[in-house]
């Protein structure tokens, strides 16, 4: 493992070179790569002969952070991601995968620079559009809740909460994120939001998108909606673990494809 510094960070960077096409994994908020693991969105523990890079964001697992919301902002994770890039594979096309935070970091960055990505393979796609500002309330409350009452007090209140059918049974986590961030990184997630429409229309690249039933925070709907959006997407829906634990297959064939 190394590290790699961005303003106001220094990123926990794993990167395992068995030649090939260069892959860049991400995850979702309050995760990390070993909690992912844990969670089986460790979609990269299927891949061989590739270039693949993985990272905890900003704030997350091993990675340093500041207690600044706009840090934690959809369009500065990008940005990180874009330098993470430059650095490991300068002037190449490469296959982004990740879940939630993850989809709207690479959907941000791709936007940007489309010619940096040859295919995505996003994972859960969080509230947008409609159903963020929601979701933003929420995050907000959270934060309040934290620095009032502590993070102790937060997972208890969260204890017994619906889990989707297609995560059933894995191991309980907690947020691999210092306690004294946690309010930061939930006020930066309220205020992003996934790209406008008219700009993801306009991303000429093949986007597959995997989505799971029955999770307010990461909705069929908003997968459905980019489906319809992204001119080159296909969609899949997962309704039990066995579905979910399919998906380092399709990312194997996005990427070989």
Known sequence: MTSFDVPGARLAVEYSDE?????VQLHGLTSSRARDRVLDLDLGRGLSGTRLLR???RGHGRSTGRPVPADYRWPNLAD???RLLDEWFP???VHGVGPSMGTGTLLHAAVRDPDRFGGLTLMVPPTAWATRAAKGDE???AAAFL?????????AAGEGAPVPPAAVGHPATVPDVPEALLPALFRGAADSDLPDPAALARLDIPVTLLAWI????HPVSTAEALSRTLPRASLSVARTPQDVRAWPAVLCADVAG
């Open 91 to 93: 002037g190449e096309r």
């Open 80 to 82: 990180d991601l874009l």
């Open 55 to 57: 990272y905890d964001a």
């Open 214 to 217: 029955d999770d307010p925070a």
């Open 19 to 23: 030649g090939g096409r260069p892959v």
């Open 147 to 155: 620095e009032d009452h502590g993070l102790q007090a937060f997972l």
């Open 139 to 141: 995050y907000r409350a």
